[in-house]
């Protein structure tokens, strides 16, 4: 069990969607994606270059096919995606936005050492976790993340590299990650958290975390639960990950949530079932013990079952 105050037990995404992702007309184009719609950027050390800035060439191609990726992961990387989940859910504007995990502010801190997975890692192998763990690679057509050397990893650094154009090697950049709300004295409660969902978060995302879709091939707004959601293992499935980032970025276009706030939603989001944690192998007891010293609810009983055990997409 986790190290938590709960006031009934004891957003996201992963994630939330951007409504102004690129739409290039497949997944090796190279046209210039449309820069995202102007978001409300906190102060930070770094102003990332416009897509429509992107150079010509061979490298700005690939930069491109980055960019259409980050916006579109399950219809541009679709063999190693296992949900609904695309990159610029949980890092807003393409990856431009300070206090929304911007890309621009992680390429210069690797390789570096990962509690996570105990050595250090290159950006490649960090990007193979987000594939492994928010967009649920192990349910995906091949199994896996791309392995090292894919075009898809290629091309999705080549559109960090290039979002980090001018930032300082190895220095920490304000607006890195996201933000980490002060926790409420008397903890969070599940309860108060599902009557914040219901009137701030239901209408873009369903009332039963489903999101939303405009069209069989274009979710607008993501799952928040269920098999098309972020997995156990993913990073947002902690209640203050997820807390720091709903109290910067949610709700959309108007983030205005108390800290109690942040904390009650992103506690009753992560009270949902989700699927599996890949790297349970034995009794979900004993990944609890190896994996979830945190502040989760993996392995809480709720509503009479145990969270943590996982949830398939339909055959």
């Not at 349910?139 to 559109?159: E, H, N, R, T």
């Not at 959601?229 to 980032?245: D, E, I, L």
């Amino acid at each position: 069990m986790k190290v938590i105050m709960l006031v009934l037990l004891g957003m996201l995404a992963g994630c939330t969607p951007d409504k102004s992702a690129p739409t290039p007309s497949s997944s090796a184009s190279t046209e210039t994606p449309a820069d995202p719609v102007a978001v409300a950027q906190p102060v930070s050390g770094h102003i990332a270059p416009k897509l429509s800035e992107i150079p010509e060439g061979p490298f700005g191609d690939s930069v491109r096919r980055g960019a259409a990726i980050f916006f579109d992961t399950p219809g541009k990387a679709a063999n190693f995606v296992g949900n609904s989940q695309s990159c610029s859910n949980c890092h807003m504007g393409g990856g431009r936005v300070a206090d929304s995990g911007p890309m621009w502010a992680a390429w210069g801190m690797y390789p570096a050492y990962r509690k996570k997975n105990n050595h250090v890692n290159t950006m490649e192998e960090r990007l193979q976790g987000c594939f492994t763990f928010s967009q649920n690679a192990p349910a995906s057509a091949s199994g896996a993340a791309p392995p090292k050397g894919d075009p898809v990893l290629v091309d999705l650094q080549a559109y960090i590299f290039w979002l980090a154009k001018d930032v300082p090697i190895g220095k920490e950049m304000p607006g890195r990650g996201f933000p980490t709300p002060k926790k409420p004295a008397t903890g969070y409660s599940v309860e108060r958290g599902k009557v914040v969902f219901d009137a701030q978060c239901a209408l873009c995302h369903g009332a039963e975390g489903q999101g939303l879709r405009t069209s069989a091939d274009h979710q607008q707004f993501p799952p928040l639960w269920g098999p098309e959601s972020y997995n156990w293992g993913a990073g947002m499935h902690r209640v203050n990950t997820a807390a720091g980032f709903i109290k910067a970025n949610m709700p959309l276009g108007k983030a205005d949530l108390s800290d109690q706030e942040a904390w009650d939603v992103a506690a009753y989001i992560n009270s949902k079932p989700r699927p599996k944690d890949p790297r349970q192998v034995g009794s979900l007891e004993d990944n609890d013990q190896k994996n979830h010293d945190e502040d989760c609810l993996y392995g809480d009983s709720h509503e009479g079952k145990t969270l943590g055990v996982g949830v398939s997409r339909a055959l």
